[in-house]
């Protein structure tokens, strides 16, 4: 029997749903680099981690290995249950195992917690080399920042080139950020709902939420993490969460799936909800428990910076640079990351030919929904 909890007896929201240390480690491993990583914007990171974790075998001549990165609020648990220390099921099931388009009897699957991340990676909740948390002292990240510290992953995995590069959203410009940065370490790429450039649309919504966040009077300029339970910007944190998350779907799934039904048998017109606002609720509710505010900032950040062209002469000739065999595909319904994103990428990718579409109602987030076309696609590389 399932019990419902009144509001008040629901949990404060810790000040950060960051991994801690002390917490089960759950299937993680770790690299610690042993030098401060510089960094493109100015200065260095002294004190780099990043959490990771591994599927199958890497062969005797390293040749199989598989780099899965994820998007802004995913992490290094890419498959497998709820469990101590990883608070949500992961986010790909059924893409990775035994008989999957990624079988773990063939390929040995690495996925990291990006640099700036919260879940076992260094990033604003961890602690600096003189035990602070970093907090609102956390330097600015990009992209090629990020895959800077996955390369020196790579390197002490013993693994000069990987047999595929695969992402969506986030993950996709770090994998791009891979071929072009590292043509030679990248045989094989897939990039999902991602673009060449943050466009300014997508600077413009990531705005708005990073505006939530630092709004929350509990920001505190990003030094919350000793605070206690609901003490921290978690009114914040699901404000940018709601935003995101009506980016991320589409407006036909929306309305098919909700339309302007109440919920349960709360009355809009007497302070009560729409099924749709208790989804984005949910969603909220979700996320401040098992990410943190200041990694949010981070990230969001980071990918806004996003640009394969800067200081490369370009888009085109950066994108001239990739040799791996790429697959460029998009959502049909994706207004975050359209279409046109993705055709660029293709166009410009000599070893890639046209787009790959994805269809699905699901909008942005169906890269991650519609698993077994993304299967099809690891497998026409890699099958």
Not at 74 to 95: I, K, Q, R, Y
Not at 137 to 166: K, M
Not at 350 to 359: F, G, I
């Amino acid at each position: 029997m399932n019990t419902v909890l009144t509001p008040s007896e629901v949990p404060l929201p810790p000040a950060s749903g960051a991994w801690r240390e002390g917490n089960p480690p759950g299937r993680r491993q770790w690299f610690e680099r042993d030098k401060p990583l510089p960094l493109e914007a100015g200065g260095e990171l002294p004190g780099v981690r990043l959490a990771f974790e591994t599927w199958g075998r890497l062969t005797p001549d390293r040749s199989n290995a598989v780099l899965v990165l994820h998007a802004l609020t995913g992490d290094s648990h890419v498959v497998g249950p709820a469990e101590p220390g990883h608070p949500t099921p992961g986010w790909w099931d059924g893409l990775i195992g035994p008989g999957c388009a990624l079988d773990t009897d063939r390929w040995f699957v690495v996925a990291p917690n990006v640099l700036g991340g919260c879940q076992g990676s260094t990033g604003p909740a961890s602690f600096t080399p003189d035990g602070r948390h970093w907090g609102g002292s956390f330097p600015f990240l990009t992209q090629r920042d990020q895959v800077a510290a996955e390369a020196d992953l790579a390197d002490t995995l013993g693994i000069d080139r990987w047999a595929l590069v695969v992402g969506g959203s986030m993950g996709g410009m770090r994998a791009l950020e891979w071929a072009v940065s590292h043509p030679g370490r990248t045989r094989a790429l897939l990039l999902l709902a991602t673009t060449a450039a943050a466009s300014a649309e997508q600077i413009a919504w990531a705005n708005i939420q990073l505006h939530a966040i630092r709004s929350d009077p509990h920001w505190r300029g990003g030094d919350y993490h000793d605070v206690g339970p609901g003490l921290g910007p978690h009114a914040g944190l699901g404000l940018a969460r709601r935003l995101a998350h009506v980016t991320y779907r589409s407006e036909p799934e929306l309305q098919v799936r909700f339309g302007r039904t109440p919920q349960g048998t709360e009355d809009p017109w007497s302070g009560g909800r729409y099924q749709v606002e208790s989804y984005l609720d949910h969603h909220a509710a979700k996320l401040v428990r098992r990410f943190d505010a200041g990694s949010y900032v981070t990230l969001a950040e980071a990918m806004n910076s996003h640009d394969i062209g800067r200081g490369r002469g370009g888009t085109r000739a950066a994108l001239s640079r990739v040799t791996a065999r790429t697959l460029v595909a998009g959502v049909d319904s994706d207004r975050l990351y359209p279409l046109r994103q993705q055709a660029e990428l293709a166009a410009g990718i000599p070893t890639a030919d046209h787009v790959r579409v994805v269809e699905s109602p699901y909008g942005h987030d169906g890269f991650l929904i519609e698993v077994e076309q993304v299967a099809a696609l690891v497998s026409e590389l890699v099958g």
